[in-house]
Structure formats: structure tokens, C-alpha cells
């Protein structure tokens, strides 16, 4: 029953509570003034009341005027009421010094005696409340009294239904932001984030259009990657330099602007709007960043009230970028995962066709031969017994061909050596089971070196080479192939030459996208995992004939599983030939 607003005595006889109750049902402060002003000039007997009430500094304040108010009486009004604005702008809503209540006599018959008070919340000037006495009834006799505290308690009232107002509706925004996130983290689809995205931002701040920006870093330029509204479609995909108009100027500054008159500010940039036959008026650009990193902007346009962006909506626009940033990244690494995946399977694929390819051609066929060759075998024992020794001979070949070619396979497959006695005594072993091709000449230059590797980054080292020599084979036919390996502490160097056909590598890599097999790709992708570097020289590098590919890696300490011996000073490691040059 005591509710701390609620003065006693005088007040208590307007503010009854079920009058009140009923009069805060709206929970709107647009509504529930003009009734508490209805109930101040009944109470005081007053002819006319006005009320001047600031929710909000920098909001249009809420103004009723209710009675027959004479021209000189509403001037009055006016000027008092200017003079209370003016205060609470000028002291952004925490002026303490109250003004002192006002009267003013005026003798144009219909108002005898005009009061005003300050509307207060607390201590806080929060408006002003006026009334005026006519010669109806009489001036009660403590009617200065009767209207501050009346202002006291109206000034309360409203600032309690306005904050309460101002936090439901954080609350809804609070509730929409909650919403805009769960939607955006649940879907890792980039391209329907982005086009839910622009339409979120749009629908929120009421702009006619909207666009979202990314970054390409490479090119120095920004990508329209959605751009909704009636012209939108026709900027999809199209580019702007990085720091062209106003977009531009947000994503190389990363600081978010608002320009209403776009016509006025020298860095819009009419580009844009020459393409697509948009009038753009005022324009509100944030930006979307990464832990401080700028990846694009998104950016309103034209709000449909006419009045332009304001910071609320710059608030509003930013916390919905932030999400999307997020959202974007997100979406992201999940795309680069699924073709990281995908690029496995495939490398997978192609080792699985090669190992088809190798057991058809190869294997398959000599099983076969050899069949026929025992089943003409067992004919000849009868016709003609001396032919068999030869023939058991050429089978015996085949036999051996086969079974070469099943160690080749399996030793390609997972070459158990390379595990138990390291890369150089694998490499020795492969270039002798490619030897056994009487067409090739595989020579094998390697410096000795103590100590061993991580048989991981052996493993990579030596798939790679396996795919320069079978890319060579395959495709150079050459005569010979050279593999060289140099290694000392710190680094190791590895060259794979072949004297064959050679190839356009400029041209393979430029439709490399449209190839089904990614040799290449994988050596590089290989190297880069080891932090090292795969160079391929052929044709297009000036060569007239075969191809050259060479692997640097840098050989950090936490990669030997045995150390090497002591590092020797380079002085030394020159007389004891451990330096090399190549
Ligand atoms: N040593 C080489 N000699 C001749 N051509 C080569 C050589 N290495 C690569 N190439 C060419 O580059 C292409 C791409 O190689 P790669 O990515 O390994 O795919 P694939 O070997 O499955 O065709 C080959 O198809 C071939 O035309
Ligand atoms: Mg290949």
C-alpha cells in the first residue's frame, strides 16, 4: 500500500490505486500521461494543464496540452517549457538544482493565475507540469503545494513506465539477437548465412537495401557477396577496389560510419549506383571482423522512414556483425574441412585405381600367360619333350616378373624398410626394384648421414619422391631418372630428375582444378606439411627436356629421433667433404 512514490495526504485523494492501477494497464507512456494530467486538473480545479515529459535525452519528449488555452497563457507555457529543455540537454538529464515554481499572472479573462512546477523523478528533473486557474473556482489556497507534489508523483510514474518500457524492449531485442545467433552458429551453409544475414540487418534497422562485402585479400578488393533490394541482383559477385567509397573506408579502417546525405560526403562513390540505377541516400557500413581482423562489411542503405541511420541502429547493425563474423568463419574452416576430406578420399581413390591399373595390366596378365603356359607345357610332354626345358624357362620368368612386381606394389604401398631401417636404405632397396625395368636406369646419389628421422616425416619425404619417379615414369618415358639426396643437421635436400618428355607444368596447374588426379597438388600439399618447399622445373621453366623436381626441408631438432653427431663448424665440415653444394 506504501509504494515509495506515493506521497500521502493531498495526493492520495487523485492517485486513488484502483484508478491508478487501471490507468497503468497501457504500460505506455504516451498513454498513461494525458490521464494523469486529466487527474491533476481535476484535483487542483484547474481551467487548463499542460505536461512536458523527457524519457529519453536525444528523443522527442512527450508534450499534452489539455483545456482551452488563450494565445498569452500558451506563450508563457512555451517559454517555461523551452526553458526546461534547454536545461535537461544541456545536463543530459541529471539536473539537480530544481527551478523554482513559476507563476504569472494573466489578465486576458479566461486564465487568472498560471502555476508551473518541475516534473521530478527522485531528485531528477524529468519535465514540467503546468496549470492554470480560471475564474470558475476559486485558487485554492495551497495550490503551490498541491501541484509539486503532484509533480513529484507524475514525474515518478512516467519514468518508472518508461524505464519499464525501455527494458521490455531490450528485452525483445535481447530475445531477437538470442534468435539471430542460434540460426546463424546452426547453420554452416556460407552462402544461406550470408544471404540470412543481409536480410536480417535489413528488416532490423528498416532500410530499402542491403549488402554484405567480403574481403578478397589477394586482389585488394571488395566481393558484393549478397546485395539485397530491388537492384541488388545485378551487383552479385562484382568487385570494388579495397578502398573505394564509403564500404571501402570501413573495411580499411575497420571502424563502422553513418552517412545520411551521401550527396554531401566526398567518399561515396557514385560507381555503384551508375551500375545499378539505385538512388542511395544515406548509408549505415559496419564492418565484420575476426579477432580484430577486418573480413568485409555489411551495409544498410536508405531507411525507409526517410530520417536516416541513427547510433541505435549503428549498435544494432554491429551486434548482428559480430555474429555473422563469427557465423562466416564458422561456416569457413567447415568448407575448408569437408575439401580437405574430400581431396583425401580422392588421393585415396587414385591410390586404389593405380593399385587396380597395376594388378590388371601387370600381375593379372603374367598369371594368365603363365597358365597358358603350363597348360602348352603339358602338351608338349607328349609331342615334343625336348621343347620343355625352354619353355619351363620362360615361365620360370614370368613367375619372377610377377612376383617383382607384387614386392614393387606392396613396397609402394606401406615400405615396411622405410620404418625399421629409415629413408636412405628405402630409397637403395626402391631404386633396385625399379631396376628390374630394363628400359630405365634409376640412379641413386645419396651422402650418408647418421641418425634418424621421425619415420612420420620420412614417410612424407619419401611419397613424395615416390610420386615425382612414378610421374616420371608414367608420363616422361625417359631412359634415366636420377634421385639425389643431400641432408646434414638443419636441412635436406632431395632432386628427382628425369631425361623424358618433359611437360607444360604452367599449363597442367592452370587447369589443374578441372583434372581428376592431383599428383602434383599432393606433393605440395606434402612439403608444405613438413614446412618445406617443392619446386618443379620443365618445359615452361626453360628446360628442353625432362623435368626436374626438388624438395628443401628444414630439419628442426624435434625432428631427429636419433640425434646426428655433433654439429662440425663449417671450416671442418669443408675439409672432411661433409659440406655440400649443389
Ligand atoms: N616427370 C614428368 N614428365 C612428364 N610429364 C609430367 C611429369 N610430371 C607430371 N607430368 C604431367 O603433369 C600432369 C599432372 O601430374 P599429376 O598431378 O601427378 O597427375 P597424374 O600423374 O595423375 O596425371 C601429368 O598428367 C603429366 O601430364
Ligand atoms: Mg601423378
Redesign the pocket.
Known amino acids: 500500500m506504501t509504494a515509495p512514490f506515493l506521497l500521502p495526504e493531498q495526493t492520495s485523494r487523485f492517485l486513488t490505486l484502483p484508478g491508478l492501477s487501471e490507468l497503468l494497464l497501457s504500460r505506455d507512456v504516451n498513454l498513461i500521461a494525458p490521464g494523469l494530467l486529466d487527474r491533476v486538473i481535476l484535483e487542483c480545479q484547474a481551467g487548463v494543464g499542460a505536461l512536458l515529459f523527457v524519457g529519453q535525452p536525444g528523443k522527442a519528449p512527450v508534450r499534452i496540452r489539455h483545456g482551452d488555452w488563450s494565445e498569452p497563457a500558451l506563450r508563457q507555457l512555451s517559454r517555461w517549457e523551452q526553458a526546461v529543455l534547454g536545461e535537461l540537454q544541456q545536463r543530459r538529464m541529471y539536473a539537480v538544482t530544481v527551478p523554482a515554481p513559476s507563476e504569472a499572472r494573466l489578465s486576458d479573462g479566461a486564465i487568472i493565475l498560471l502555476v508551473n512546477a518541475p516534473l521530478l523523478a527522485g531528485a531528477e528533473v524529468v519535465g514540467t507540469l503546468t496549470v492554470g486557474f480560471t475564474s470558475e473556482f476559486p485558487v485554492p489556497p495551497d495550490y503551490q503545494a498541491m501541484l509539486r507534489n503532484a509533480a513529484a508523483n507524475v514525474g515518478m510514474l512516467l519514468r518508472l513506465v518508461h524505464d519499464l518500457s525501455v527494458s521490455r524492449d531490450k528485452l525483445t531485442q535481447l530475445e531477437l539477437f538470442f534468435q539471430i545467433g542460434q540460426r546463424m552458429v546452426s547453420t554452416l551453409d556460407l552462402n544461406r548465412l550470408l544471404v540470412d544475414t543481409v536480410g536480417i540487418a535489413a528488416s532490423i534497422v528498416n532500410a530499402s537495401a542491403a549488402s554484405l562485402m567480403l574481403v578478397d585479400e589477394e586482389r585488394q578488393e571488395l566481393v558484393f557477396e549478397i546485395a539485397l533490394g530491388e537492384k541488388g541482383a545485378v551487383l552479385q559477385h562484382t568487385r570494388i577496389p579495397l578502398d573505394e567509397g564509403i564500404a571501402g573506408w570501413v573495411a580499411t579502417r575497420g571502424k563502422p560510419i553513418i552517412v545520411n546525405d551521401v550527396a554531401r560526403d566526398p567518399r561515396f562513390s557514385r560507381q555503384v549506383d551508375a551500375r545499378t540505377g539505385f538512388l542511395t541516400q544515406s548509408v549505415l557500413c559496419v564492418p565484420l571482423q575476426i579477432k580484430g581482423k577486418t573480413i568485409g562489411v555489411l551495409e544498410v542503405l536508405n531507411k525507409y522512414s526517410g530520417e536516416g541511420f541513427d547510433e541505435e541502429d549503428e549498435a544494432l547493425l554491429m551486434t548482428i556483425a559480430g555474429q555473422a563474423a563469427i557465423a562466416i568463419e564458422n561456416a569457413r574452416l567447415y568448407q575448408s574441412l569437408r575439401e580437405e576430406r574430400d581431396k583425401i578420399i580422392t588421393a585415396q581413390e587414385?591410390v586404389r585405381k593405380e593399385l587396380a591399373r597395376n594388378l590388371h595390366d601387370g600381375i593379372a596378365a603374367q598369371l594368365t600367360a603363365i597358365t597358358w603356359n603350363i597348360d602348352h607345357i603339358e602338351r608338349l610332354m607328349e609331342k615334343k619333350p625336348e621343347d620343355v626345358p625352354a619353355e619351363l624357362e620362360s615361365v620360370r620368368q614370368l613367375a619372377r616378373q610377377a612376383s617383382r612386381q607384387v614386392r614393387l606394389l606392396l613396397f609402394e604401398l606401406r615400405p615396411v624398410i622405410l620404418e625399421t631401417r629409415g629413408l636412405l636404405a628405402a630409397l637403395q632397396s626402391y631404386v633396385e626394384q625399379l631396376s628390374a625395368d630394363k628400359t630405365l636406369q634409376v640412379h641413386l646419389e645419396a651422402q650418408p648421414y647418421s641418425g634418424r628421422i621421425k619415420p612420420k616425416v620420412e614417410g612424407t619425404i619419401f611419397s613424395i619422391i615416390q610420386?615425382?619417379v612414378?610421374?616420371?615414369r608414367?608420363?616422361?618415358k625417359p631412359q634415366n631418372i636420377w634421385l639425389r639426396l643431400f641432408m646434414d643437421e638443419h636441412r635436406l635436400h632431395v632432386e628427382v630428375e628425369?631425361d623424358?618428355?618433359?611437360?607444360n607444368?604452367q599449363e597442367?596447374e592452370r587447369n589443374y582444378d578441372a583434372?581428376g588426379?592431383?599428383?602434383?597438388?599432393n606433393m605440395r600439399e606434402r612439403a608444405a606439411l613438413l614446412d618445406g618447399t617443392l619446386m618443379i622445373y620443365?618445359l615452361s621453366e626453360g628446360r628442353e627436356r625432362g623435368?626436374l623436381v626438388t624438395l628443401d626441408v628444414p630439419l628442426r631438432p624435434d625432428v631427429w629421433e636419433t640425434p646426428p653427431p655433433a654439429a662440425v663448424g663449417p671450416a671442418e665440415a669443408e675439409k672432411e667433404g661433409m659440406g655440400h653444394n649443389e
Not at 623424358?500 to 611437360?503: S, Y
Request: aromatic letters at 4%.
Open positions: 587414385d610420386e615425382a612414378n610421374n616420371a608414367r608420363h616422361g628425369d623424358g618428355l618433359g611437360f607444368r597442367v583434372r588426379s592431383l599428383g602434383l597438388l620443365s623435368t
